[in-house]
């Protein structure tokens, strides 16, 4: 897992509503491509980057692939959290030392 | 399936002002030292970040089009700590505690952030990650 492609594969909007339809549940490519304005290989495209990013899974079920969020991709969210907030507290420690000095 | 609960995040931090000015400072102050341009929605059109000081009260910033909100205050306890109910999406919230206690001439600031579920969403849970997560991924994409 790595945050950069964490937030690289998030970085793009289309992406974003693939993953958020995921959140409802398992989807196949064609499923997913039926709610978006994109072509099925787009999707395909997209989920390839996701799954890279470790933010979502693919699984063989009967003749179908069926993708979903990868709970590992919770690590990225809270990656990024993690560097959210060390440059937050430095910020307020910085201010703090500004006030005091 | 088990509920995967992501561990939470803890940072520390010591700053010279004892508890009662640390906590000013983090809260009624927030605007004063909060890096707008990187860690919030609205970036370098943010004119203000409000901490309202009462449990329920809410976190938000200010722009010229008006307020986005960040969480709300689910305990206010000057100077120990306050807990926020801080926002991922509409219907999907993670939690913030920082506590500050007395360490020599200053203090001791310590943050929780926890709450990192794959539960699965909730019912009218909608566009949540994007909601988080676009401005902050694209001013960081700004960045470099």
């Known amino acids: 897992m790595n945050t950069n492609g964490v937030l690289a594969a998030l970085g793009d909007p289309t992406r974003r509503q693939i993953f958020e339809s995921l959140r409802s549940g398992p989807r196949s490519v064609g499923e997913l491509a039926a709610g978006l304005p994109v072509s099925r290989p787009a999707v395909s495209q ?28 919770l690590e990225g969210l809270r990656d990024y959290f993690d560097g959210f907030w060390g440059e937050a507290l430095a910020r307020f420690a910085d201010e703090a030392r500004k006030e005091q000095g | 399936m088990s509920t995967t609960a992501t561990e939470a995040i803890r940072k520390t931090v010591l700053v010279d ?6 906590f ?19 970036g370098e059109q943010v004119t203000d970040v409000v901490f309202e000081a009462h449990a329920g009260g809410r976190v ?30 509409e219907a999907s919230s ?20 926890r709450g990192f579920t794959a539960s699965g969403p ?17 001013s960081a994409s700004k960045k470099g």
Do not use: C
């Not at chain 2, 000013?24 to 609205?42: C, E, K, M, N, Q």
């Open chain 1, 46 to 73: 997209h989920l390839r980057v996701l799954k890279e990013a470790g933010l979502v899974s693919d699984r063989k079920q009967g003749t179908r692939r069926l993708y979903r969020v990868d709970p590992g991709g």
């Open chain 2, 17 to 22: 002002f004892p508890p009662e000015e640390a």
């Open chain 2, 24 to 42: 000013d400072l983090f809260t009624a102050r927030i605007a004063s030292w909060w890096p707008v341009r990187t860690h919030s929605y609205g």
């Open chain 2, 60 to 89: 938000y910033e200010v722009t010229p089009d008006g307020e986005q909100d960040w969480g709300t205050v689910r305990a206010f306890d000057p100077p120990n700590g306050f807990l926020l109910e801080w926002l991922i999406g």
């Open chain 2, 94 to 113: 993670t939690e913030v505690e920082v506590r500050f206690t007395p360490e020599g001439p200053g203090s001791r600031v310590e943050l929780e952030h």
């Open chain 2, 122 to 138: 909730r019912a009218g849970y909608a566009g949540g990650w994007d909601v988080v997560l676009a401005p902050f991924v694209e």
